[in-house]
């Protein structure tokens, strides 16, 4: 967040070298014509160093495992699925499934809702809102990793659709709580956070679009009346 764009690309490269998954924060950089250049920019030099590092990141994700347990994202909740109900569900298909409807939710349902909705701290909900959603695709992660959320948090509170706002808070905290759910109700408390977890990726999905569909909009727009 510095005012040295340099300063700010260096940190963004560093943070994403030393755990990776920061680099899905990358539209965090998007403001206009230009900055597209530089976010792919940025995308080649750290696909270089995936490259480069490749058997290192095997190595650490086969460390980690994959697990159900004080974790988000598709697989992991694949994986709880099977464990508690001895049931196989396709990862890759849940996964299509759910971007569909993430999709469908925001064209047919919010689009027209959010369209007259002036954002502020859009810089920061893409990178928090980047790296949950994008984790949570990808792989099984470890809760702590949600904590990248408090970025959209800023974003949330000064929302004028108190619905949206204090829905979304209550979520976000229920997600977060995963040890207190289970002391308080058990298997269902873990059923209650793992949903939670869920519902905040569909909620946080369609801010994200709508802020990366404003943005975009308003460079081609600018892109247009340049050309005229």
């Known amino acids: 967040m510095s005012k040295y764009k ?5 940190g963004y490269l560093i943070t994403s070298f030393l755990k990776y998954y920061p680099v899905f924060g990358l539209f965090y950089f998007l403001k206009n014509k230009k900055s597209i250049i530089t976010i792919l920019l940025l995308s080649m030099i750290f696909a270089i160093y995936v490259f480069i590092t490749w058997e290192d990141i095997l190595n650490v994700a086969s460390a980690n495992g994959k697990n159900g347990s004080s974790a988000y994202g598709f697989l992991s909740m694949t994986i709880n699925i099977k ?8 990862n890759i298909m849940i996964m299509f499934i759910n971007l569909l409807f993430v999709l469908l939710l925001y064209k047919l349902k919010f689009k027209k809702k959010l369209v007259s ?27 702590y990793r949600m904590m990248f959320l408090l970025f959209c948090v800023p974003l949330i509170l000064i929302m004028k659709d108190r619905n949206f706002k204090f829905f979304y808070i209550i979520v976000i905290i229920l997600a977060f709580e995963l040890q207190k759910l289970i002391f308080l109700f058990g298997f269902w408390g873990g059923a209650i956070n ?3 977890k869920l519902i905040l990726f569909y909620l946080t999905s369609i801010v994200y679009l709508n802020i990366i569909e404003k943005k975009l909009t308003k460079i081609i727009n600018l892109k247009n009346i340049i050309n005229e």
């Open 6 to 10: 340099f300063l700010n690309y260096v």
């Open 83 to 90: 464990k508690y109900f001895d049931i196989d569900v396709n």
């Open 117 to 143: 909705t002036n954002f502020q701290y859009c810089e920061i909900f893409l990178l928090g809102g980047g790296v949950y959603i994008f984790t949570f695709l990808m792989d099984t992660h470890h809760d």
């Open 194 to 196: 793992t949903l939670s």
